[in-house]
């Protein structure tokens, strides 16, 4: 297995140094209200900082998907924020817009718009979303989507099964590897058998056993619940160093792709652990 894939342009996987895609969000109920940026130049400011700080990849979201608090707005709200925050973003930024949605309509109209990469949360469970990807020739970060009923195997087990479904559905609709991506879903498992925080800090600890999955990881944890759950911080603008401890372990443990709110933080982080397991290899 190649271990490698090229996003809108942008490699990443083995032996290429971890990427960083800024996330931004047009949708006023996201978790992280610091991560919202509605109007016009205020949102393409905020993204030409992200580029500046590092940034490969810009990801936009239009509706909140947290699972304690989804936000109920219909298809065509949400296509019509998308689209209108990708069109004011795709013609200035020098970086692949990312569209962050799990629907078809909305998918569309920012691929229209120029978005490059779709983020699919629900791991492309509609056929429609694979057949359009497919059809545009755009990349795919697709995620381990809980089923309805809690999983009887343990975090990392029902993760592996997860992520290897998505790729199966991309890969039937003709989505080649190379523009394939495996998100982990870090936040995602509220109702399993096990308690969340202790969900996402086993899925981090064994991420190295999705490698065989042949499919870079791209890992979310920016500012998350699981974090304010082990540290107390209950306000998400006291996340950032738990979320920089959290994004150490995933790439210590060979994540390709770091989404996040804090793209300077970030990438510091990144680099550091970077330089250690090189060094570690070196000894």
């Known amino acids: 297995m190649d271990h490698r894939a090229t996003l809108a342009g942008v490699s990443l996987g083995r032996g290429i140094p971890v990427v960083i895609m800024g996330a931004l969000n047009v949708s006023p109920e996201s978790f992280h209200a610091g991560s919202v940026h509605t109007e016009g130049d205020d949102?393409?400011?905020?993204?030409?900082?992200?580029?500046?700080?590092?940034a490969s990849l810009i990801d936009i979201g239009a509706r909140s998907t947290a699972p304690y608090g989804a936000s109920a707005i219909d298809d065509e709200e949400e296509r019509c924020r998308l689209a209108h925050a990708v069109e004011a973003?795709?013609?200035?930024?020098?970086?692949?817009?990312s569209a962050d949605t799990a629907r078809v309509r909305p998918?569309?109209?920012?691929?229209?718009?120029?978005?490059?990469v779709i983020n699919d949360v629900s791991g492309m469970r509609d056929p429609a979303m694979a057949a359009l990807v497919s059809e545009r020739g755009a990349g795919v970060i697709l995620m381990a989507l809980p089923k309805a009923a809690p999983s009887p195997t343990g975090p990392v087990a029902t993760v592996k099964a997860l992520l290897n479904e998505a790729a199966q559905r991309a890969r039937i609709a003709g989505i080649p590897d190379?523009?394939?991506?495996?998100?982990?879903?870090?936040?995602?498992?509220?109702?399993?058998?096990?308690?969340?925080?202790?969900?996402?800090?086993a899925v981090l600890a064994g991420l190295g056993q999705l490698e065989d999955l042949g499919r870079p990881l791209c890992i979310g944890v920016s500012r998350k619940s699981f974090l304010g759950a082990i540290t107390g911080r209950t306000h998400t603008e006291d996340r950032l160093a738990g979320s920089l401890a959290a994004t150490a372990v995933a790439v210590w443990n060979g994540v390709a792709l770091i989404r996040t709110h804090d793209v300077a933080e970030t990438l510091d982080a990144v680099r550091v652990v970077e330089r250690i397991r090189r060094a570690r290899g070196a000894l």
């Open 89 to 97: 973003l795709a013609a200035k930024l020098p970086v692949p817009v």
């Open 178 to 201: 190379k523009r394939i991506v495996l998100d982990p879903g870090i936040g995602f498992f509220r109702d399993e058998r096990v308690v969340w925080d202790e969900w996402d800090s």
């Open 107 to 116: 998918a569309r109209a920012a691929l229209d718009a120029g978005a490059r």
């Open 43 to 54: 949102l393409v400011a905020t993204a030409l900082a992200m580029v500046d700080a590092g």
